[in-house]
């Protein structure tokens, strides 16, 4: 095979895992959808109906909002593996199993997300959704780390980019790990370290490149 059909071959390889793994993404969201709580044909006037539907949604609420964060946390996988995978020269064996993995878990979402949102908060619910986001995000800062260190990027890709992914997909997995044992001790509070572990990480980024910034300019001068 020449050097050029299997430039060719790879190109089409890599095309075809990523249209498989937003494929894939999408059934995940389709089926968060379709797990959510459908009222009951309602009675009554439509005074009556309207406070039926605002008892049944109270009602589950909690649902409806682990349908949300799911729905969110997916859209963060998708938006990062589209940054990532839309600079995909070649596939090799490895990044292959990486990637299943890392669907794996996604497709297990709605499982968990119906895990966490029926019956009464406990650590055990809460720690199964949380370890599994947690892992969903290590393992993309794996796939990341594997592109690094391999040569399977278009040339010319920039390694920064990958740098920066990792900025991002870390302080979540963090987030969702660090958020179990916090629970443990105060409980539906810990659902806030998943939205300000990485809001407060991008700030210690952002602090860390503006000294490191200040820092080379004199040299560039």
């Keep these: 095979m020449s050097e050029e059909m299997e430039k060719e071959s790879g190109s089409a390889a890599a095309e075809r895992l990523t249209f498989f793994s937003d494929a894939v993404m999408a059934i995940a969201m389709t089926l968060l959808a379709l797990e959510l709580p459908i009222p009951e ?22 649902e409806y909002l682990a349908f949300l964060i799911s729905f969110v946390v997916i859209a963060i996988h998708w938006s990062t593996h589209f940054r990532v995978f839309r600079y995909l020269r070649s ?14 878990l996604i497709v297990l979402t709605p499982f968990t997300t119906k895990i966490i949102s029926l019956g009464d908060g406990n650590l055990l619910r809460f720690s199964i959704y949380a370890g599994t986001q947690g ?3 290590l393992v993309f800062a794996l796939i990341v780390r594997y592109l690094i ?18 900025r ?30 990485p809001m407060i990480a991008g700030q210690v980024f952002r602090i860390r ?12 001068r």
């Design 149 to 166: 260190k391999g040569d399977l990027m278009r040339v010319g890709f920039d390694p920064a980019r990958l740098y920066g992914s990792l």
């Design 41 to 62: 044909e309602l009675t009554g006037d439509k005074g009556e109906q309207v406070g039926e539907m605002l008892t049944f949604f109270s009602e589950h609420s909690d």
């Design 168 to 197: 991002g997909v870390l302080p979540m997995a963090a987030a969702f790990l660090i958020s179990i044992p916090v629970y443990a001790v105060i409980g539906s509070l810990a659902f806030f370290v998943w939205a300000l572990t």
């Design 135 to 137: 892992l969903q995000f």
């Design 91 to 104: 596939v090799s064996r490895r990044l292959v199993q990486l990637n299943l993995v890392w669907l794996l």
């Design 209 to 220: 490149d503006q000294r490191a910034g200040r820092t080379k300019s004199p040299e560039a």
